[in-house]
C-alpha cells in the first residue's frame, strides 16, 4: 500500500467507534454544508434571475424534497407516529432536541440549536434572511412531511429563524 493511500486509511479510521459528540459534529457539519448550498442557490437565482421570485422557488424545491421524506414514513394515524416517524439520534443530537410530549393527539419536542442558522450566520445573512430562509424556505420541507399523512399538522410554535431562543416543533391529530 502506498504511503498515501496510508495516510488517508489513518485519517478516516473506520475501525474507531463514534463518541456521540463525534457523530454530533460529522453531522451537524453536513446540515450546515446543505444551509451553505441552499444560501447560494437562493442568493444566486437572486443575483442571475431577478425576473423570478427565488424565494418561490426554494420553498417549492424544500416543500417537494420534504413531501419526498415524508413519503418515505409508510403509515402515519397520529401526532406520535409523525413524531417518531420525523425523529433520529443524529437530529436529536445536532439540534439538541427535548421531547415535550408524545400522543397520539399532539406530540412536541424542541430544538435547541440550529445548524442551519450558525451557518447563514457564517455567511453574514441578515435576520430578515436569516427570517425567510427558516420560516419559508426550510420549513416547507418540515410542512411537507406532514403532506401525505392526512390525519397529522404541523406547526412551529417558536423558531430559532425567527428570534426565538429555541424552536417548538408540534404535532397534531387532525379529528
Not at 132 to 143: H, N
Amino acid at each position: 500500500m502506498d504511503e498515501g493511500i496510508k495516510k488517508l486509511n489513518e485519517k478516516i479510521n473506520l475501525d474507531e467507534q463514534l463518541t456521540n459528540e463525534q457523530f454530533k459534529a460529522a453531522l451537524k457539519g453536513a446540515h450546515k454544508s446543505r444551509a451553505y448550498v441552499t444560501y447560494f442557490v437562493w442568493k444566486t437565482l437572486q443575483e442571475m434571475h431577478p425576473e423570478i421570485d427565488a424565494t418561490k422557488v426554494m420553498e417549492e424545491a424544500y416543500r417537494r424534497f420534504g413531501v419526498y421524506c415524508g413519503g418515505r414514513w409508510g403509515q402515519v394515524d397520529n401526532a406520535a407516529e409523525a413524531l417518531i416517524k420525523q425523529t433520529s439520534k443524529g437530529g436529536y443530537l445536532v439540534f439538541e432536541q427535548e421531547f415535550i410530549a408524545c400522543t397520539p393527539e399532539y406530540a412536541q419536542k424542541n430544538f435547541h440549536a440550529c445548524p442551519h442558522m450558525e451557518a447563514f450566520d457564517d455567511l453574514g445573512a441578515t435576520p430578515e434572511e436569516k427570517k425567510t430562509l427558516c420560516q419559508i424556505i426550510l420549513s416547507a420541507g418540515d410542512y411537507g412531511n406532514m403532506e401525505p399523512h392526512e390525519n397529522v399538522t404541523l406547526e412551529f410554535k417558536k423558531q430559532i429563524g425567527n428570534g426565538d431562543d429555541y424552536c417548538e416543533y408540534c404535532v397534531s391529530k387532525i379529528k
